[in-house]
């Protein structure tokens, strides 16, 4: 079983920067993959960011450019370092994992973009 908590979400300006945090109950270099998933009231979850074992990434076209994912395999954590947010980020982001074919997902942690 693996238990994921995210942390580092809050209430930042646009313009301003987060960044998220993910950490892991087993080891991290184990995992399949890992991601940053998020999302607005009303609207489906989506794929923000992943990055997989092999330390190949993807991000949504929304955020390229502005958002990067990292790994820590000593801290078993993951990174959504956030820039240049805007309103329209403003989301719950949960963090997920994929570990011998199951999907394990985190409580969420709610990021606010507003003037």
């Known amino acids: 079983q693996v238990q994921l908590v995210e942390s580092g979400g809050g209430l930042v300006l646009p313009g301003g920067s987060l960044r998220l945090s993910c950490a892991a109950s087993?080891?991290?270099?184990?995992?399949?993959?890992m991601g940053w998933y998020r999302q607005a009231p009303g609207e489906q979850r989506e794929l923000v960011a992943a990055?997989?074992?092999?330390?190949?990434?993807k991000f949504a076209d929304s955020v390229k450019g502005r958002f990067t994912i990292s790994t820590d395999n000593a801290k078993n954590t993951m990174y959504l370092q956030m820039n240049s947010l805007k309103p329209e980020d403003s989301a719950v982001y949960y963090c997920?994992?994929?570990?011998?074919?199951?999907?394990?997902w985190g409580q969420g942690t709610q990021v606010t973009v507003s003037s």
């Open positions: 997920k994992a994929v570990y011998r074919g199951s999907n394990y």
């Open positions: 087993g080891s991290i270099s184990s995992f399949y993959a």
């Open positions: 990055i997989t074992s092999g330390g190949s990434s």
